[in-house]
């Protein structure tokens, strides 16, 4: 007697035969179609059909939307990613939930809401089709729609990124010198070495506008204590200031011994004679 094999999921093959009808009617028929009528042209024909006035209307409006679309979600989607993981403000909740709006959202609704929101009679639109700003049914709102629905993506791929990133690694870049934009340039431009000193390190000329060879080295070992000190959780400034107090201290007492030297070699000289 044949034993029926268990399966963990069932209604397997229910499903699947479902999920391939669809795929069938709704994808492959199509396309094959596409393709056949396509075979059916010449090669002269198919170029020029591909090359039309039309076509190439099509390919600029979908480049170029995609294009400014994607740019529009890097700058404004890792914004938004860093103020949702670095800072703590009143409606930060709701402001993260909203950006897994356009997930929930049916494309063709978000189509009909933005198209609604932008005509001259709209929320939106009726302040900026008077200043000569048209974004609905045309190629501004279209780009305006796929940043709409790519934001989401940006976000939530950068969030989890931008949570793991240590806030001690970006303190101890700070000790070392990182500012914000401005620093990257000027970096960048002073790496030019003219000569080099011993292992390798750069020497600046006098008068090329650099750091010379001792302040770049005192930076350096500053710049190593308050990294040492952030990465134990420590305050880097503290760390160094404490650092600095207990050499003063030794060397304080060096300067004592080296002054009480002769006076306390005498005494024990006088003791070991009594």
């Given amino acids: 007697m044949a034993t029926r ?28 179609g596409l393709v056949v009528r396509a075979c059916g ?29 994607a740019i529009a979600n890097v700058i404004f989607g890792t914004l938004l990613a860093w103020v949702l993981v670095r800072y703590e403000f009143p409606g930060r909740r709701i402001i993260d939930a909203m950006v897994d709006f356009p997930f929930a959202l049916p494309t063709a609704v978000a189509g009909i809401t933005l198209a609604n929101l932008f005509v001259e009679n709209g929320w939106l639109g009726r302040f900026l089709v008077p200043h000569g700003i048209n974004v ?10 796929l940043t709409f629905v790519g934001m989401p993506f940006v976000v939530r791929t950068l969030q989890p990124v931008l949570e793991h990133l240590e806030r001690e690694v970006e303190e101890a870049a700070a000790t070392l010198g990182a500012g914000r934009l401005g620093h990257v340039g000027a970096d960048v431009d002073h790496r030019r070495p003219h000569r080099f000193g011993h292992r390798g390190e750069r020497v600046t000329p006098v ?31 503290r760390n160094v200031d404490s650092r600095r107090k207990e050499q003063r201290e030794h060397q304080r007492y060096r300067d004592q011994d080296a002054e009480l030297g002769p006076l306390s070699r005498a005494c024990h000289s006088v003791s070991e004679l009594q």
């Fill in 207 to 237: 008068g090329g506008g650099g750091v010379s060879l001792e302040r770049r080295r005192l930076i350096r070992g500053q710049g190593r204590e308050r990294r040492h000190a952030a990465l134990l959780g420590l305050s880097p400034l």
């Fill in 136 to 145: 609905a049914y045309t190629s501004l709102g279209v780009a305006v729609a």
């Fill in 41 to 69: 042209l010449s090669w002269h024909d198919f170029w020029k059909l591909a090359t039309n006035a039309r076509a190439m209307s099509a390919y600029r409006l979908t480049f170029g939307a995609s294009f400014f679309a």
């Fill in 5 to 32: 094999k268990f399966n963990a999921l069932p209604g397997f093959s229910l499903t699947m035969g479902v999920t391939a009808f669809f795929l069938t009617v709704m994808v492959l028929i199509p396309f094959a």
